[in-house]
């Protein structure tokens, strides 16, 4: 067998397997959405190079495991195609698709079937993840990124480092409204209950609490409620699994344009530069966040970036990590010294 740099191969998103002389390649795909005519390549991989079995990554890769590493040279040459075009066709990365993928930082951005299919989404998640991926890849620096197409989340956005919902604004037409109260009962029943009934038997909005979700809009009958043009985005930041502080991500900003979102999710590669010294290692975004303090990295992720006059952005961040840490659940509290 021919000697191995495990920490090379990892970088080019080859997995050292517990069987030695082993690796899974995980094939990115930004947006999770292809042409089905790339399962043959996967498929040919798996089965000339691979075990014949093929794993769909947690984060949607496409997971090959049982490639001995005397063919890596050979199965990143045949892999070239799919790289080409789904980096540098679809997503407009700029890259030397020759030699494999050159870094394993930024993780296969995740996202839901979004406006592509789903009657519930308010933004197309694939586009958004492919303009994403522009942004963060290739780069050492690690980040997981996570596009849900409305607040039902499925894409896992708070548990990213950095996940973003699209939410819509709706615009009432009061005229068209007949007072039928099926989008104050929606609203309560599947959102924020922020819709009522006034004594002009029109309906009135507290848009504190209003989630962006679109609910009212879909349930109308005389579109009263309907969606703008413009759509919106939240932000969420630090959420994370793992064994050190697993903790749900919090909201950093809401009502955000899409312009805005782009500028701030471009500035990431460059915060874990500041914040890692020029040295890229693998820790969660949160843990990043952590060590810059929220505010540092509130002012460094903003600074340049044209906010919509809608936008919101969290003063400050409140963190809960501890519970998991500490089995507050399953342990009386006082047999706990670490927790205070
Ligand atoms: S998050 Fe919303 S848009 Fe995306 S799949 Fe789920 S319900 Fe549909
Ligand atoms: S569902 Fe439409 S018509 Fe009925 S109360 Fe709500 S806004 Fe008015
Ligand atoms: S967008 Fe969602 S949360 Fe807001 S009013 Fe409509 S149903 Fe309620």
Redesign the pocket.
């Known amino acids: 067998m021919k000697d191995v740099n495990i920490q090379e191969l990892r970088q080019m998103c080859y997995r050292q397997s517990k069987i030695p002389g082993e690796f899974m390649l995980q094939l990115r795909c930004a947006g999770n959405y292809l042409d089905a005519k790339w399962l043959e390549m996967v498929q040919y991989v798996c089965q000339t190079w691979g075990n014949g079995q093929l794993h769909i990554g947690t984060r949607l890769t496409f997971s090959i495991p049982g490639i001995k590493v005397e063919y890596i040279d050979e199965v990143n040459e045949y892999i070239a195609p799919y790289i080409y075009e789904m980096e540098c066709n679809i997503c407009g990365v700029e890259m030397d698709t020759s030699k494999g993928y050159p870094y394993i930082g930024p993780r296969n951005i995740v996202a839901c079937i979004g406006g592509i299919h789903c009657i519930k989404a308010n933004i197309n998640t694939q586009e958004l993840a492919h303009k994403i991926e522009k942004l963060i890849y290739p780069n050492p620096y690690h980040i997981k990124i996570g596009i849900g197409g409305c607040?039902n989340d499925c894409a896992k956005a708070q548990f990213q480092d950095i996940g973003i919902v699209g939410v819509?604004k709706?615009v009432y037409y009061q005229d068209r409204c007949i007072g039928c109260e099926a989008?104050v009962k929606?609203?309560k029943k599947?959102?924020?209950?922020?819709?009522e009934k006034n004594d002009q038997e029109k309906i009135t909005?507290d848009m504190c609490?209003?989630?962006?979700?679109?609910?009212?809009?879909t349930i109308c009958p005389t579109g009263a409620?309907q969606r703008q043009d413009q759509v919106y985005y939240k932000i969420f930041i630090g959420g994370r699994s793992g064994k050190q502080f697993p903790r749900m991500g919090k909201m950093f900003a809401n009502w955000l344009s899409e312009k805005a979102v782009l500028q701030i999710i471009e500035r990431w590669p460059e915060f874990s530069r500041w914040v890692l010294k020029g040295q890229a290692e693998y820790l969660h975004g949160g843990h990043l966040i952590d060590r810059a303090g929220y505010h540092n990295f509130k002012k460094f992720m903003l600074d340049g970036v044209e906010l919509n006059e809608e936008a919101l952005i969290a003063d400050n961040v409140y963190w809960d990590e501890q519970e998991y840490r500490s089995n507050i659940h399953l342990k009386n509290i006082e047999s706990h010294p670490n927790v205070n």
């Open positions: 607040p819509t709706p989008c929606k609203c599947v959102a924020t209950r922020v819709l909005k609490c209003c989630v962006g979700c679109g609910e009212c809009v409620w």
